[in-house]
Every structure is written in structure tokens, then in C-alpha cells.
């Protein structure tokens, strides 16, 4: 994501004697000729316009993120017998998870399309100065056809640290025939949920430096957490088809005047969840009468 670009102004021509000596600009390009050559003067619009697009041929250079120059390498294995279809793409994704409160970093992507038939040999380029000694670092993969999934890895799968042993065996997991998961493009657990919508009203993104409304279905046990926008939260979840439900949220009780009354509401609607519907990346939850409560869409941050 390229950031902020600034531009610096620019004031003149300078010539003359003195390196201060300031020359007028004429309003149209007049040239004046002499014995031997022709000088033309350019109106300072073109000299404005020049210079705005080298500073921003400068920043935009100076955002790119850093080239890969290393790999992470492993076999993505799956654990039931299928046949996949020709059309099927197979995807590996490296991913920055060290701050839990954020959606996690995308370091490196590997794709494969068409898929062919499992296992997959893992391949995933990235810039190893974004791996960091005391990081977390995990690898995730999915099947899928025109965007559905048809099989994802199951359970976290951390990457060593010792850049000599970054090899990681993905088991991957059928998706099950529930019509609440048919058309999801990611999985259920282990996606950052970002809140996008409670009541059919839109939530507004929080400002910078505050950490979003957000969920995290854990794969290892049936513990959520995330936040409501001013307070880390955690709760048992029930997972049974296309039946959810969430036990008592508790949290800490940071007092934050300007979030607290959109997250008693965020925590009071996910007490009264009942069902579940993915589509695509994003995630509905609804009540016992199938009144939507929560809508949530899986959040990423490209590399930069």
C-alpha cells in the first residue's frame, strides 16, 4: 500500500548573476533568439508539473515492498481422498500473525493454476528482513473452485525460525457439505473477522491507532476472542453445522467514552448468536429467528 506522498513546492527559475538572482516567468513559451541558438523560455506551470511527477516517481519507489529473497518450502498433504476438478487453484499463503490485535501481514503468496491433484509441493517466496527473530509466522493453505473452497489446512502451522528450517507440511481438510459454508472463499477459523456491520447499520473504521472490532474463531479449541474496539474480549464458542453460539464475553474494563456504547452492543449480539452464513470473504451472524446481528469481513494487510 504506497503511503502519503508529499510534494515540494516549487518557487521558481533562479538565474542570473547570484544564485538568488530570480527570473520572470512568461506566460506562454516565446523564444529568443541569439547569434548561435535559440533559448525558450517554459512557463512555471510546466516546471510545477515536472517536478510534482519526480516527487512522486521518488515515493512511489520509496514504498515498494522488499523483493523476495528467500523461501519457505514444504508439502500440503490431504488428509480425505478426493478427485479434484480441472479447474481448481491451489493457493499458499506466508503470514505475519505477531500482533494478534491487527489482521495479520502477508509476507508471500504462492498460487498454482490449475491445481492438479494433491499433495502440493509449498514454494513461498518472501523478503526474509520482514521475518523478525521473535515473530510469529505460520503458512495457510487452501483449494478452491471459482472461489469456494474446496479444501483448507486446519489448525495453526508455525514457521521455525532458523532460516535453514523454514519447511512446513500443511495438512489440508475437505470443506463440509453445510449450505452455511458453500460459497465461502476462506475459512471459518483462524480468519481475522473485521466488524463491518451490527443490525444492518455500518461501523465506522476506527481511527488510527485504535484497534478495530474484530473475532477470531480459534482452530485448536472452541475459545473466540478479539475486540469491541476499546477492550480484548474472549469466549466459548459451539459449533454444530450451521449452528453457533457463544458462551459469556469477558473482557477488561478499560473505560473508552467515545467506543464503550458500540461495543456493549458488539459483545450483547454475540451472546444472542445462534446461526452462521459465509459468503465469499464475508461472515453474517444471526439470532434464533435468523435476524442478521453481525456482519464481518476477513481482513489482510498486504506487505509494504
Known amino acids: 500500500?504506497?503511503?502519503?506522498?508529499?510534494?515540494?513546492?516549487?518557487?521558481?527559475?533562479?538565474?542570473?548573476?547570484?544564485?538568488?538572482?530570480?527570473?520572470?516567468?512568461?506566460?506562454?513559451?516565446?523564444?529568443?533568439?541569439?547569434?548561435?541558438?535559440?533559448?525558450t523560455h517554459v512557463p512555471r506551470g510546466i516546471h510545477l508539473l515536472a517536478t510534482a511527477g519526480l516527487c512522486l516517481v521518488i515515493a512511489g519507489c520509496g514504498t515498494r515492498p522488499p523483493a523476495p529473497d528467500a523461501v519457505v518450502t514444504g508439502v500440503a498433504i490431504s488428509r480425505d481422498r478426493v478427485v479434484l476438478p480441472p479447474e481448481a487453484v491451489f493457493e499458499a499463503t506466508l503470514l505475519d500473525v505477531s500482533q494478534p490485535e491487527a489482521p495479520p501481514v502477508v509476507l508471500g503468496r504462492q498460487r498454482?493454476?490449475?491445481?492438479?491433484?494433491?499433495?502440493?509441493?509449498?514454494?513461498?517466496?518472501?523478503?526474509?528482513?520482514?521475518?523478525?527473530?521473535?515473530?510469529?509466522?505460520?503458512?495457510?493453505?487452501?483449494?478452491?473452485?471459482?472461489?469456494?473452497?474446496?479444501?483448507?489446512?486446519e489448525g495453526r502451522h508455525p514457521v521455525p525460525q532458523d532460516a535453514a528450517y523454514r519447511h512446513v507440511n500443511v495438512p489440508l481438510r475437505r470443506q463440509l457439505p453445510f449450505a452455511a459454508v458453500a460459497d465461502a472463499s476462506v475459512p471459518l477459523t483462524l480468519t481475522y473477522w473485521r466488524l463491518v456491520t451490527m443490525d444492518d447499520e455500518a461501523v465506522p473504521r476506527p481511527t488510527e491507532g485504535h484497534t478495530p472490532p474484530h473475532l477470531v474463531l480459534q482452530a485448536d479449541e472452541a475459545r473466540a476472542t478479539g475486540a469491541?474496539?476499546?477492550?480484548?474480549?474472549?469466549?466459548?464458542?459451539?459449533?454444530?453445522?450451521?449452528?453457533?453460539?457463544?458462551?459469556?464475553?469477558?473482557?477488561?474494563i478499560a473505560l473508552c467514552l467515545d467506543r464503550g456504547a458500540l461495543e456493549t452492543r458488539f459483545f450483547t449480539a454475540l451472546e444472542s448468536v445462534a446461526s452462521y452464513r459465509q459468503q465469499g470473504t464475508h461472515l453474517l451472524l444471526r439470532d434464533a429467528q435468523g435476524k442478521p446481528l453481525l456482519g464481518f469481513e476477513a481482513a489482510e494487510t498486504p506487505l509494504q
Open 1 to 39: 500500500m504506497a503511503g502519503a506522498v508529499g510534494v515540494i513546492p516549487v518557487l521558481g527559475t533562479w538565474t542570473g548573476r547570484g544564485p538568488w538572482a530570480r527570473t520572470a516567468h512568461a506566460p506562454t513559451r516565446t523564444p529568443t533568439r541569439t547569434a548561435k541558438h535559440t533559448v
Open 228 to 252: 469491541g474496539g476499546c477492550n480484548r474480549f474472549l469466549t466459548d464458542y459451539n459449533l454444530n453445522g450451521a449452528q453457533l453460539f457463544f458462551g459469556r464475553v469477558v473482557s477488561n
Open 112 to 153: 498454482r493454476e490449475p491445481a492438479g491433484q494433491p499433495p502440493y509441493a509449498v514454494h513461498i517466496p518472501y523478503p526474509s528482513a520482514r521475518f523478525a527473530p521473535k515473530g510469529r509466522y505460520e503458512v495457510r493453505a487452501t483449494v478452491t473452485l471459482e472461489g469456494r473452497i474446496l479444501l483448507a489446512s
